[in-house]
């Protein structure tokens, strides 16, 4: 049981560049959830999957895609990268909306 | 909207001394409530939950919280600090849709 996986745990993009973080989850959650990490910025929510079909924009979603692929996996694409997006990306899940989430352990990202 | 408060965003105790992290909320409608802990880099993992049951919650390493509606506090407490409890600290509240909104953290220090 591996609970929530990203991958890639680490990368560097250069601006304008675009790539996709993948997050799957094992415990047949119906919910998940991306969020960034800035220093004392606390956790932001990027977009939100209440279930598998439907995908809705949190507090900070521009410049953001996402894709429910499944009920185990939703990824996260950054068309066009900026600056503005070096942060630390983090994936969530949860059985259903006002459960507690459980966190992968996240994606370094720097854009240079 | 709710919105979450995190007094201190540095707390330091000695090894031994009490840890108290305090969490303020608001919220339009009856909360549910999280703490989390987050190691260096590593994910957040649920330290413990309060979802209308009991009024004083207890989560994992010794770790307890106490909902007070009047106060429209969560605050964080443990009896004795080991140096293992160095990390940062994130109170959360539910929000409508049931996602939730995190507070900015608080990064506890143990000092030997």
């Known amino acids: 049981n591996a609970g929530v996986t990203q991958t890639p745990k680490f990368q560097v993009l250069k601006t304008g560049q675009s790539m996709t973080l993948q997050c799957a989850q094992d415990?047949?959650?119906?919910?998940m959830y991306w969020y960034r990490q800035d220093p004392g910025m606390g956790l932001r929510l990027i977009y939100y999957?209440?279930?598998?079909?439907?995908?809705d924009k949190g507090e900070v979603p521009n410049g953001y895609n996402v894709s429910r692929l499944n009920k185990r996996e939703f990824s996260l694409r950054l068309e066009s990268a900026a600056p503005s997006q070096t942060s630390v990306y983090f994936c969530?899940?949860?059985?259903?909306?006002?459960?507690?989430?459980?966190f992968g352990p996240g994606t370094r990202l720097t854009v240079t | 909207a709710q919105s979450v408060t995190q007094l201190g965003s540095h707390v330091s105790v000695s090894e031994g001394a009490l840890v108290l992290l305090r969490c303020n909320y608001s919220s339009s409608v009856p909360p549910y409530l999280f703490w989390y802990v987050q190691y260096p880099n590593q994910g957040l993992q649920l330290l413990l939950k309060y979802t209308s049951a009991a009024t004083l919650v207890k989560g994992i390493n010794g770790f307890e919280a106490e909902f007070k509606k009047s106060e429209t506090s969560f605050h964080l407490t443990k009896p004795s600090a080991h140096m293992s409890d160095a990390a940062e600290y994130f109170c959360a509240v539910s929000e409508d849709q049931g996602n939730l909104i995190f507070g900015k953290g608080t990064k506890l220090s143990v000092k030997p």
């Open positions: 969530a899940s949860s059985r259903a909306a006002f459960y507690e989430q459980y």
């Open positions: 415990m047949n959650h119906n919910s």
């Open positions: 999957s209440a279930s598998e079909g439907t995908t």
